[in-house]
């Protein structure tokens, strides 16, 4: 074994191999993290030939690679023939070695950063966006910071590589000992000489190299994992393309005016809307087009056609070709996971959005007012992750108002959150935006924290909106039954008019008594749960007889299942529900059957189909 690791007495190839490999290194670091950059963002055609071209070194043979960059670089190329003209050539030099080790290297540090990239969360980039960061700025203190650790572990891989490479190499470089000769070399030509001992000492030279530098990669990132880990005594947790800027254009109005249509893959949103300084709730089941709608106001996405305007100012115009970038739109984004920087202090996420003009001291004090304003006064040096779920939203919410926009966008920011969380942070947040000088939207499927937060609602449904107004009338006279049932209304049944002020409730199999005017265009009758009144006998009008098919219990309230008419069947044979707190119902379970209920004409909802 001691004959296999003689030292050779030429150590030329481990200085060149080391010169080469850390020269492809530096040019693939820049070169492999520009275009992998660029690729994240590219939506343009031919993305995928692209993704080919630019991986091919790894999966062509090297000697093809070699023949390739021998047709360009060659007194023949078309490269080689302007070297030749300023009596340059890289053919059989050193330059052309670290050439073939750069291309050979860039797929690994191409594919590894783009795959870092790739699993930062794009919210991330997109709040820094909204926040004022210039594309520079995203990049520089967000997105590489975040996937500095695949990065990293790029960057030892293609050195890695180019210190390997051997085939294209010796296409275009050749071997010169001294000049060219790097290590795969000199261990190829010292078992074809016969040399094992020195072959042996090359090979192990090659791979202590190598293998050290990826496992110290690996053990900075143990150590960086490691620290980011949450201690025990720590809270618990529960671009666009081309644009033209935006004019002075004279619009008469303050607020936000939104009327847009973009085409989406199994609807379109399609939604007119104004908002002033108050709370407007966006209120929509799951793929209504809520978060799109305010993507496309923070300038995360372009609508097809339309505008938004922001007190005065157009930040979107299809047919000007007007679309001003999130940076300059003053729009507030609060996302669901929040999207504090992971890399960044308390102080530092919320200094993020605020002008680079501002001097240190300026800085440190509107950091420290937005501190106090959320009572974390001694978190300012804390991480995202040694905070509690309510801490991270403050946080996230005085990152927000630090920035000074004009409108603040929140979608779902309590989903995250716990039920006594959840209760507390609703309460702040609403008191923050009672104060806020501007225009506020709030996204939620969650009815009741709509109606506690919001005074007016927009109410989408498949993109549209199919109500819009004041909270309590579209509580009240929903209109429509899908607004209804979006607003609640767990009762809701067919008519067929049989008289001016006279129904039948076809599911249910009564006949009501109605006050409202009836048109041809009313098509269903719905109650509301907690609405329902409970009689000891059917004296009063729309009352009935009914019996319980099954209850539902929560802390406070009780959910009956009532029939009627006829004892039921089955748990499923019912015709509406009731909701009774359960002080009520102790006292009303005593009583014998039937019970009476009466539908209340003035508690009826009448509703266009």
Not at 92 to 120: C, K
């Given at each position: 074994?001691?004959?296999?690791?003689?030292?050779?007495?030429?150590?030329?190839?481990?200085?060149?191999?080391?010169?080469?490999?850390?020269?492809?290194?530096?040019?693939?670091?820049?070169?492999?993290?520009?275009?992998?950059?660029?690729?994240?963002?590219?939506?343009?055609?031919?993305?995928?030939?692209l993704e080919g071209i630019f991986i091919s070194p790894l999966i062509l043979p090297p000697t093809v690679v070699g023949f390739l960059l021998l047709l360009i670089f060659g007194k023949n190329g078309w490269v080689g023939k302007l070297l030749m003209s300023i009596d340059f050539s890289v053919v059989f030099t050193w330059y052309g070695a670290v050439i073939t080790?750069?291309?050979?290297?860039?797929?690994?540090?191409?594919?590894?950063?783009?795959?870092?990239?790739?699993?930062?969360?794009?919210?991330?980039?997109?709040?820094?966006?909204?926040?004022?960061?210039?594309?520079?700025?995203?990049?520089?203190?967000?997105?590489?910071?975040?996937?500095?650790?695949?990065?990293?572990?790029?960057?030892?891989?293609?050195?890695?590589?180019?210190?390997?490479?051997?085939?294209?190499?010796?296409?275009?470089?050749?071997?010169?000992?001294?000049?060219?000769?790097?290590?795969?070399?000199?261990?190829?030509?010292?078992?074809?000489?016969?040399?094992?001992?020195?072959?042996?000492?090359?090979?192990?030279?090659?791979?202590?190299?190598?293998?050290?530098?990826?496992?110290?990669?690996?053990?900075?990132?143990?150590?960086?994992?490691?620290?980011?880990?949450?201690?025990?005594?720590?809270?618990?947790?529960?671009?666009?393309?081309?644009?033209?800027?935006?004019?002075?254009?004279?619009?008469?109005?303050?607020?936000?005016?939104?009327?847009?249509?973009?085409?989406?893959?199994?609807?379109?949103?399609?939604?007119?809307?104004?908002?002033?300084?108050?709370?407007?709730?966006?209120?929509?089941?799951?793929?209504?087009?809520?978060?799109?709608?305010?993507?496309?106001?923070?300038?995360?996405?372009?609508?097809?056609?339309?505008?938004?305007?922001?007190?005065?100012?157009?930040?979107?115009?299809?047919?000007?070709?007007?679309?001003?970038?999130?940076?300059?739109?003053?729009?507030?984004?609060?996302?669901?996971?929040?999207?504090?920087?992971?890399?960044?202090?308390?102080?530092?996420?919320?200094?993020?959005?605020?002008?680079?003009?501002?001097?240190?001291?300026?800085?440190?004090?509107?950091?420290?007012?937005?501190?106090?304003?959320?009572?974390?006064?001694?978190?300012?040096?804390?991480?995202?992750?040694?905070?509690?779920?309510?801490?991270?939203?403050?946080?996230?919410?005085?990152?927000?108002?630090?920035?000074?926009?004009?409108?603040?966008?929140?979608?779902?920011?309590?989903?995250?959150?716990?039920?006594?969380?959840?209760?507390?942070?609703?309460?702040?947040?609403?008191?923050?935006?009672?104060?806020?000088?501007?225009?506020?939207?709030?996204?939620?499927?969650?009815?009741?924290?709509?109606?506690?937060?919001?005074?007016?609602?927009?109410?989408?449904?498949?993109?549209?909106?199919?109500?819009?107004?004041?909270?309590?009338?579209?509580?009240?006279?929903?209109?429509?039954?899908?607004?209804?049932?979006?607003?609640?209304?767990?009762?809701?049944?067919?008519?067929?008019?049989?008289?001016?002020?006279?129904?039948?409730?076809?599911?249910?199999?009564?006949?009501?008594?109605?006050?409202?005017?009836?048109?041809?265009?009313?098509?269903?009758?719905?109650?509301?749960?907690?609405?329902?009144?409970?009689?000891?006998?059917?004296?009063?009008?729309?009352?009935?007889?009914?019996?319980?098919?099954?209850?539902?219990?929560?802390?406070?309230?009780?959910?009956?299942?009532?029939?009627?008419?006829?004892?039921?069947?089955?748990?499923?044979?019912?015709?509406?529900?009731?909701?009774?707190?359960?002080?009520?119902?102790?006292?009303?379970?005593?009583?014998?059957?039937?019970?009476?209920?009466?539908?209340?004409?003035?508690?009826?909802?009448?509703?266009?189909?």
């Amino acid at each position: 074994m001691a004959e296999l690791l003689t030292l050779p007495l030429d150590l030329s190839p481990l200085w060149i191999s080391l010169k080469i490999a850390s020269l492809a290194t530096f040019f693939t670091f820049f070169a492999g993290i520009a275009v992998a950059y660029w690729m994240l963002n590219y939506r343009g055609k031919g993305k995928f030939l692209l993704e080919g071209i630019f991986i091919s070194p790894l999966i062509l043979p090297p000697t093809v690679v070699g023949f390739l960059l021998l047709l360009i670089f060659g007194k023949n190329g078309w490269v080689g023939k302007l070297l030749m003209s300023i009596d340059f050539s890289v053919v059989f030099t050193w330059y052309g070695a670290v050439i073939t080790a750069t291309v050979v290297a860039f797929p690994l540090m191409y594919r590894t950063a783009l795959g870092a990239f790739e699993q930062i969360d794009q919210n991330f980039l997109a709040v820094a966006r909204t926040l004022g960061a210039s594309e520079w700025t995203v990049f520089r203190r967000v997105l590489l910071p975040l996937a500095l650790p695949g990065v990293l572990a790029g960057t030892m891989l293609a050195f890695a590589r180019a210190l390997g490479e051997f085939g294209a190499t010796l296409m275009l470089a050749g071997n010169i000992p001294g000049q060219t000769q790097t290590i795969p070399m000199a261990i190829y030509f010292a078992v074809e000489a016969g040399d094992i001992s020195e072959a042996g000492f090359w090979a192990v030279a090659i791979m202590l190299i190598s293998l050290s530098g990826i496992i110290t990669v690996n053990f900075w990132q143990k150590q960086r994992s490691d620290n980011q880990r949450p201690s025990s005594r720590t809270f618990q947790a529960s671009v666009f393309g081309a644009h033209r800027k935006s004019e002075a254009i004279a619009v008469h109005s303050s607020g936000l005016v939104v009327d847009i249509q973009k085409q989406l893959a199994t609807f379109d949103l399609d939604l007119s809307f104004s908002a002033t300084e108050s709370t407007l709730g966006i209120l929509g089941g799951s793929g209504a087009g809520k978060s799109m709608l305010l993507r496309c106001i923070a300038g995360m996405e372009s609508p097809t056609k339309g505008q938004i305007i922001l007190n005065g100012r157009i930040l979107f115009d299809a047919k000007a070709g007007i679309n001003v970038p999130s940076r300059d739109r003053k729009v507030g984004f609060l996302v669901q996971n929040y999207a504090l920087f992971p890399n960044m202090t308390v102080a530092q996420n919320i200094a993020f959005g605020l002008p680079q003009s501002l001097s240190s001291s300026e800085v440190r004090q509107r950091v420290e007012a937005q501190l106090e304003a959320i009572q974390l006064q001694g978190y300012r040096d804390r991480y995202p992750h040694q905070l509690s779920g309510g801490q991270q939203q403050r946080v996230a919410l005085a990152r927000v108002l630090a920035s000074e926009p004009e409108v603040i966008l929140l979608d779902e920011p309590f989903s995250a959150l716990d039920t006594h969380l959840r209760s507390q942070m609703e309460q702040e947040v609403s008191l923050r935006l009672q104060h806020f000088k501007g225009v506020s939207l709030f996204v939620t499927h969650n009815l009741e924290e709509a109606y506690r937060v919001c005074e007016n609602l927009l109410v989408l449904a498949q993109g549209h909106a199919i109500a819009d107004g004041s909270k309590y009338d579209i509580f009240e006279r929903p209109g429509a039954v899908g607004v209804a049932q979006l607003t609640g209304c767990k009762n809701i049944s067919p008519i067929q008019v049989i008289a001016e002020q006279e129904i039948s409730a076809i599911d249910w199999g009564i006949c009501l008594q109605v006050i409202e005017p009836l048109s041809a265009r009313l098509a269903y009758v719905g109650i509301r749960a907690h609405q329902i009144r409970f009689r000891e006998d059917d004296n009063a009008e729309n009352t009935f007889p009914c019996w319980v098919a099954s209850t539902s219990e929560t802390p406070h309230r009780m959910t009956v299942f009532l029939k009627f008419n006829s004892s039921p069947t089955h748990l499923q044979d019912y015709h509406l529900q009731a909701e009774v707190f359960k002080e009520k119902w102790e006292v009303l379970k005593q009583i014998p059957f039937p019970w009476f209920v009466q539908l209340d004409a003035l508690r009826l909802i009448l509703l266009e189909a």
